[in-house]
């Protein structure tokens, strides 16, 4: 898992603050698989080897006295300067999003990690506050994707040549750098972009700056201190797929606008039956304890958006595209009229048939 603060209304600036990192839960099954190991813990011994090395990526931005920047008006966003609440909707200090101009890796600028040429198991989390991260190697490397949010994937590693990260998303991988000899160096970069993420494949010109955010961190192999006898499982404990009899809930993401100023002002979750809801309205979501329910979330807003949920895995079923501009009309008419019928299926919207979910995203999941 990786734990990280909700407080209503700072929970942008307590994760960006750092109040944020891994809790790692192991299995016997996993302890059997002779993994990359082991990964620091508690009163190691000094000079002690690691093979298993946890790798929080977030972006910062840093005043000139080295302290966090971050921004405290909205204007900051979108250069809008009133007026603010309670003359119009706009909250006078929060911004839609933020993007860092500075990689951090386990609170460290732009690090490097010696390697020893030979397996190593990364664990990998996108910590940052709005970036979608497209993390590759400079020279060929494979990752070995092994496990994601909720454990291990099903049947066997995925071999993968970038990893597609949501904020939240974890990536437990197997690396081999056996091909590279003392005093090579690789580095991590980041191809995603330095805006809001609008899905693959992502333009050369809208991919993160090269020199800054564009680079992650970089390993640089030093000589081999022993036989490396870990491996790359050929098999994975199989995943039974989840089933249920009871009908779908339709959830939605949307985006708050101020129609006189036309920029947006917050981010609400809602429901298909009740549209968008605040904070304070009461709870939608009922499941009986030991439920299983099919979760169609639809995504209203401009961009791709992460959802995750606490203390509760799924799996991820599959994408559909559709209308969603047709769709939250249809929804919006709905919630005018006397709401008699049932609420528009998002379904009717479809524009195409669902795809399949990315072979990396077939394991237990509490991000999508
Ligand atoms: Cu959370």
Known sequence: ????????????????AGMAGFWIV???VEDSLN????????RDEPETKYFEIPIAIQDRSFNADGSLFYPGSRTFFDGYDGPFIPDSSVPPIWNPEFFGDTMVVNGRTWPYLE??????????LNGCNSRFLILKTDRPLTFHQIGSEGGLLPDAPVALTQLLMAPAERADVIVDFSSFEPGDEI????????????????????QADPETTGQVMKFKVVELTGEDTSEIPAELPPIEPLTTELPARDLTLNEEMDE??????????G????????????????????????????????????VHLHLVMFQVLDRTPFDADAYHQAQ????????????PDPKDFAEGDPVERNSWEAGLKDTV
């Open 26 to 28: 192991r299995d016997d």
């Open 1 to 16: 898992l990786w734990y990280h603060d909700h407080s209503l209304g700072m929970t942008r600036l307590n994760v960006y």
């Open 35 to 42: 993994l990359p190991g082991p990964a620091p813990r508690l």
């Open 260 to 269: 006189q100023a036309g920029i947006p002002i917050a981010a609400l979750l």
């Open 332 to 343: 919006a008419e709905y919630l005018e009229g006397d709401k008699s019928g049932p609420p």
């Open 187 to 206: 580095i991590l970069l980041n191809l995603g972009p330095d805006s809001p993420f609008g899905g693959l494949p992502v333009d050369p010109e809208d």
């Open 115 to 124: 390697v020893e040429p030979r397996k190593y198991r990364l664990r990998l």
């Open 271 to 306: 429901t298909g039956a009740a549209g968008p809801l605040s904070w304070s309205a009461d709870v939608t979501e009922t499941p009986t304890s030991g439920d299983t329910e099919v979760w169609r979330i639809l995504n209203l807003t401009e961009d791709a958006h992460p």
